[in-house]
């Protein structure tokens, strides 16, 4: 999900923005390093021949692809997720390129690559769309989508979500599943910090169908908040966690729905105090 906020004349803490740099940068579930060899070959399709360095098993791109937002500045890629996105029995990544959009391109985005006899070639990017951390799901068909977890900062606040994402030859579709928030570091109390902790595959109902299952925290703001500094500004202190689990039950062809008792929590999870 590619989330473009509204910002007001307030000043974003630059600690935010690093944080939001090592979220985007962690890797997990089936995103992965690239090997070195396809390292290679992706940095000769999305960088070009000679605008990249291999330095301690990390590719980046001299300038960033003219594609991007940042033409001027110097792109990394980071980690791949290998499938049959757009038709079955393809070979395709998707390659997440670090550091070539701005603070509300989310620092990044993912280019779909292809294999053929003549090697990786690009079919097309997405900007905004961070893929190094997704889980792979295959429909009957024998064709692959990814779900993947993404973040954004500004402003003090912390936005984290799913996403399942669907390609196809000439466009992506895009459906959220869960989005949560929090606001510990905007100075706007009531404070609330609802975290995604997990999400992973299982059958869930027993029907042979790997479901969508996710492990989420939440913590309000305790009744003893003090304010704290010169400005103002109301300290958080927050309960302890409760976690919820939440399951998105699947038919077979790449469509999750939550069930009834996920669907009331994340209700009551996305209403704020």
Not at 12 to 35: G, H
Not at 47 to 55: D, L, R, V, Y
Not at 108 to 137: A, D, P, Q
Request: net charge positive; hydrophobic share 30%; aromatic share 8%.
């Amino acid at each position: 999900m590619k989330y473009k906020l509204i910002f007001a004349p307030l000043i974003v803490f630059s600690v935010q923005i690093i944080a939001n740099r090592t979220l985007a940068q962690e890797i997990k579930k089936d995103s992965i390093v690239p090997p070195q060899k396809d390292a290679v070959a992706f940095a000769k399709s999305i960088c070009g021949a000679g605008n990249f360095t291999q330095k301690k098993g990390v590719i980046t791109c001299n300038t960033c692809p003219s594609f991007t937002g940042y033409r001027d500045g110097t792109g990394t890629l980071t980690s791949v997720v290998y499938g049959s996105f757009t038709k079955a029995g393809t070979r395709e990544a998707l390659v997440d390129l670090s550091d070539c959009e701005p603070h509300a391109g989310n620092w990044g985005g993912t280019v779909l690559l292809r294999r053929t006899n003549n090697g990786w070639s690009r079919v097309r990017y997405e900007s905004g769309f961070r893929s190094n951390m997704c889980l792979k799901i295959t429909n009957r068909t024998g064709r692959n989508s990814v779900i993947c977890q993404g973040s954004y900062t500004g402003m003090g606040y912390l936005i984290t979500w799913l996403d399942k994402l669907e390609f196809n030859s000439t466009k992506t579709t895009n459906t959220n599943l869960l989005k949560l928030e929090s606001n510990t570091g905007s100075c706007r109390p009531p404070y609330y910090e609802m975290l995604i902790q997990d999400f992973k595959l299982q059958d869930t109902n027993q029907d042979k169908i790997p479901d969508l299952f996710v492990k989420v925290s939440e913590a309000r703001g305790a009744n003893n908040t003090n304010i704290s500094g010169s400005d103002g500004c109301v300290e958080p202190r927050l309960t302890k966690p409760k976690y919820h689990q939440l399951t998105f039950l699947s038919n077979g062809n790449l469509s999750f729905r939550p069930t009834t008792k996920t669907a009331n929590l994340i209700k009551l999870l996305t209403v704020q105090q």
